[in-house]
């Protein structure tokens, strides 16, 4: 089968692999559309990070892996063991690795396993390929008439969603900050208008992100670069500051933004990946008695809660998508793309069938 298979920094081949068998207790999976995140990209510029360079504590592999963690398919097979789904069906993938037995996972946070990893990043397979054998337990079905290219949405909806779990203070009558405006943050838009939000301010410095927010649904935009974020903030919330804020950014001047603009006893909740160490000042957090809190990935409730909100309607994400593309023009037209358009990027999609 054919296979997008990742050898380290700026080198992605599309290459035939074997196809896989399934195991009892997995699924077959054709998959059908498949996202290009941020994470694919910095493997590309600047890897191997995710991807393992020794054997994986739980695939055991090594690079070349396959890439793909963001993505929806139709199940051709299934093993033994498993029931509850269909051949023909479409579903998702949840693409959490974890061991299952160290004290994260124990504790109910198998989504920082001490020795975690992802499907389509830490070996196992991925989705950018013609087929996978993932875990029954990882797979979700789609509602009937969910397109899979929303399907292939639901990973990245499913980080911002988790990300709600570290505030479950917020309400209809919340005024809430989220700070940047890429994949994430605009996906924290959405699950926020699903929650009812009905005042959320963006902090974006790029004017094509600054429509995105505003298309899904901000209520006031602000550019850090030309604005005093935190006087805009203050206006709006009549001098009290927001009840909670996301930093989707990760950048230095993000943070301390994210601290400066909360309440009095408020909640900052740091959705980003930092890739260096930067200054903090915990006085920042102090003299508020605000809370800091951080969030990683997403468990398999908020892949539940993600599917029933697009089933329902509330989340309506295919404005996500930006660009779809041939699976063989995965490099050219969508790593080196986001590279140097991404920020006319939100979401593309790559097309395992086209």
Excluded at 82 to 90: I, K, R, S
Excluded at 162 to 173: T, W, Y
Excluded at 233 to 242: F, H, P
Excluded at 273 to 283: A, L, Q, S, V
Aim: hydrophobic share 40%; net charge negative; proline share 6%.
């Amino acid at each position: 089968m054919k296979a997008a298979r990742y050898y380290g920094k700026e080198d992605i081949r599309i290459e035939q692999i074997p196809e896989p068998s399934v195991r009892p207790g997995q699924v077959k999976i054709a998959p059908a559309f498949v996202g290009l995140c941020g994470t694919d990209l910095h493997e590309y510029l600047g890897g191997p990070n995710f991807c393992p360079v020794n054997h994986h504590p739980i695939t055991g592999e090594t690079i070349p892996v396959t890439l793909g963690h963001e993505f929806s398919g139709v199940i051709t097979e299934i093993g033994p063991g498993v029931t509850g789904f269909e051949v023909g069906q479409a579903c998702a993938v949840q693409p959490t690795l974890f061991c299952g037995h160290c004290a994260a996972c124990k504790h109910g946070a198998e989504n920082v396993c001490h020795t975690g990893g992802f499907v389509g990043l830490s070996g196992g397979g991925g989705g950018l390929s013609q087929a996978i054998c993932v875990n029954a337990t990882h797979v979700f079905a789609l509602p009937e008439g969910l397109e899979l290219e929303t399907g292939a949405l639901v990973e990245p909806l499913s980080v911002a969603w988790h990300a709600l779990s570290a505030a479950p203070e917020i309400n209809p009558a919340s005024i809430v900050l989220v700070i940047g405006g890429g994949p994430i943050g605009l996906a924290m838009v959405l699950c926020l208008k699903a929650k009812g939000v009905e005042k959320i301010v963006v902090s974006e410095v790029a004017a094509s992100r600054q429509n995105f927010a505003r298309q899904f649904g901000a209520t006031q935009v602000v550019n850090p670069v030309n604005e005093d974020v935190t006087k805009a903030v203050l206006a709006i919330s009549n001098g009290i500051g927001v009840d909670v804020a996301f930093d989707c950014a990760g950048v230095p001047a993000s943070i301390k933004s994210a601290c400066t603009c909360v309440k009095a006893k408020g909640s900052v909740v740091n959705v980003a990946i930092w890739e260096k160490e930067i200054p903090f000042n915990p006085n920042w957090v102090t003299w508020k008695e605000c809370t800091f809190r951080s969030v990683l990935g997403y468990k398999r409730e908020d892949f539940e809660a993600v599917i029933e909100n697009l089933r329902t309607g509330a989340i309506k994400p295919n404005g996500m998508i930006t660009a779809k593309i041939k699976f063989n023009n995965v490099v050219e037209d969508g790593i080196k793309r986001l590279i140097s358009d991404k920020e006319n990027q939100v979401k593309i999609l790559v097309d395992i069938n086209a």
